[in-house]
Every structure is written in structure tokens, then in C-alpha cells.
């Protein structure tokens, strides 16, 4: 299973982003589809997960308001939309896979795509 995220880049304070997650390969079972984190010198950090059907969602606190998952199961797609954006969501952003749901746990991660805030 191969995993690609992409839509990050250079933004400014406020403006509204949507990251994309590709998955791809041999799909035997896929239960969740989530989103993580990492900024500079901080442990990567859990921002959303999203069950199979799509209505069970989980989000970190320091996502909770501005960022909402969604995944297409028809196109192996996850989404993570994110308002407001703040220099504080400057980060690595990666996908991962759960066999179980949005609760993972986590079986596999893609490569991130970065994300900078600048105020």
C-alpha cells in the first residue's frame, strides 16, 4: 500500500488550505484513514481520523474547530481541510492507514507534505 499526500505549500495567516491523500497498491482492508503532524523539533501529532463510512470522526485537540477530515472510498481519497490558518499549523503533514478505524491504529504512512504559515 502506497501513500501520497499532497497540497501543502507557502500560505499566509488566514487563508484556507485542502490536503489530499492518494492511497494506492494492494488494498486488502481499509478501515480508517487519518491525518498527522509534525513541526520542527516536536513529536509528530495526531489531527483527525475518519472511519470507513465516512460519519465516525476523531480529531485531535489542537484540531478541533478549523480542520475537518472527509475521505471518497470510490477514489481511495482522504481529505483534510483546514480554515484560518495560523503560523502554529506550520508542519509536515502525513496520511496513515488503520485496518480498524478512526481510532487507528496506524498501519501505514505515507511521505508528508509541508505546510507553512507565514504571519
Known amino acids: 500500500v502506497q501513500l501520497q499526500a499532497s497540497g501543502g505549500g507557502l500560505v499566509q495567516a488566514g487563508d484556507s488550505l485542502r490536503l489530499s491523500c492518494a492511497v494506492s497498491?494492494?488494498?486488502?482492508?481499509?478501515?480508517?484513514m487519518g491525518w498527522f503532524r509534525q513541526a520542527p523539533g516536536m513529536e509528530r501529532e495526531f489531527v483527525a481520523g475518519?472511519?470507513?463510512?465516512?460519519?465516525?470522526?476523531n480529531y485531535g485537540d489542537s484540531a478541533k474547530g478549523r480542520f475537518t477530515i472527509s475521505r471518497d472510498n470510490i477514489k481511495n481519497m482522504a481529505y483534510l481541510q483546514i480554515l484560518s490558518l495560523k503560523p502554529e499549523d506550520t508542519a509536515v503533514y502525513y496520511c496513515?492507514?488503520?485496518?480498524?478505524?478512526?481510532?487507528?491504529?496506524?498501519?501505514?504512512w505515507g511521505q508528508g507534505t509541508q505546510v507553512t504559515v507565514s504571519s
Open positions: 497498491g494492494r488494498i486488502s482492508s481499509i478501515g480508517g
Open positions: 496513515a492507514l488503520s485496518r480498524l478505524g478512526a481510532y487507528g491504529p496506524w498501519d501505514s
Open positions: 475518519i472511519g470507513w463510512s465516512g460519519t465516525n470522526m
